[in-house]
């Protein structure tokens, strides 16, 4: 999808939107894989009802864009433009226990950021890429954490209304890797109220979940993370492990030698080919284990 109107380039120009042309998703998701559209950097929450109504009105479909770190794009040119947050100067901002965190800010930096002001809690998640607003959606969790916990505060950008709305944390549905968001929600803001620890235990706790990692995870090839959840009392990557499946590829797509449940971009790598091998594993484990698998990577197909 591609935007040409000269009036509404200069209209996203007043919105003090930045538009980029042509953008290659490819380079924007851990993954390496996604076609090509325009996108649409917002430096000011404020604008985003104005910018919305004016996408509405001129026809084109949008989707937003956090981190891309848990995300397969289609290939081609896609049909919708995609919208992004520039995260501010100063993306966190600590009032005692208090954190206010933009929802672009990127996540282990933020981990990293509290913590050397000795504010825990979230060692389990230094090593997940990805935004503060992309944990959030998904709240993402690791080694028996979860951000949810955590969460005092959304801003958010309610499709359903069509405002800028805040939410408590009590207000919100917590579960394990799903919120009560609405899909098209978009993340702005959180405040998290975190524990106060010695930045020497809290690093003592980040080492460890770094080497727990880097033991069993693929760290330095692309990947979505985790393809699918843990269903029940099981591990999605444990039965897919058992039935001899790590190396299983199509095309440059491939089940990780270190982790069965991480599927990696060995070279160049389509999203026709990673939606296949999903579909393969799927359909193994369904027939030995009769469970479905329900994905955890989030699928935007062209």
């Known amino acids: 999808m ?18 980029r042309q042509g953008a290659k998703l490819s380079e924007l998701t851990s993954l390496g894989i996604g076609g090509t559209t325009d996108l649409l950097r917002i430096t000011k929450h404020e604008t985003i009802p104005d910018l919305l109504q004016l996408l509405d009105a001129n026809h084109i479909p949008n989707k937003f864009l956090g981190g891309g770190s848990n995300l397969l794009v289609g290939d081609g040119e896609l049909l919708w ?10 993306d966190v901002v600590l009032e005692g226990n ?35 607003g992309g944990a959030l959606r998904m709240n993402a969790g690791a080694y028996g954490m979860q951000i949810g916990s955590y969460v005092r505060e959304v801003k958010l950008y309610r499709a359903a209304t069509r405002q800028i709305e805040t939410l408590r944390g ?16 978009m993340m702005l803001a959180v405040i998290l109220e975190l524990p106060s620890k ?9 080492r460890i979940c770094n080497e727990k990692r880097r ?15 843990n269903p029940p009392g099981a591990s999605a990557g444990r039965m897919i492990d058992e039935l001899g499946l790590k190396g299983l590829s199509v095309g440059d797509v491939r089940v990780s030698d270190r982790h069965a449940n991480f599927f990696v971009n060995a070279g160049h790598a389509s999203a026709k080919d990673m939606l296949a091998l999903i579909a393969d594993v799927r359909e193994r484990v369904q027939k030995a284990y009769g469970v479905a698998l329900e994905n955890e990577v989030v699928v935007w197909n062209a």
């Open 170 to 185: 009590h207000q919100i549905s917590f579960e394990y890797r799903h919120t009560s968001f609405a899909p098209d929600d």
């Open 81 to 90: 433009v995609v919208l992004q947050l520039v995260p501010p100067e100063s």
């Open 2 to 19: 591609r935007i040409s109107d000269p009036n509404l380039i200069g209209r996203l120009t007043e919105l003090r939107v930045e538009l």
């Open 98 to 132: 208090f954190a206010h965190v933009d929802a672009a800010a990127d996540l282990g930096r933020t981990v990293t950021f509290c913590a050397k002001r000795d504010l825990g809690g979230m060692e389990g998640l230094i090593g997940v890429p990805g935004t503060v």
């Open 215 to 229: 033991s069993s995870q693929p760290l330095g090839q692309k990947s979505a993370g985790c393809i699918f959840k």
């Open 198 to 206: 010695t930045y020497n235990e809290i690093l003592k706790g980040i």
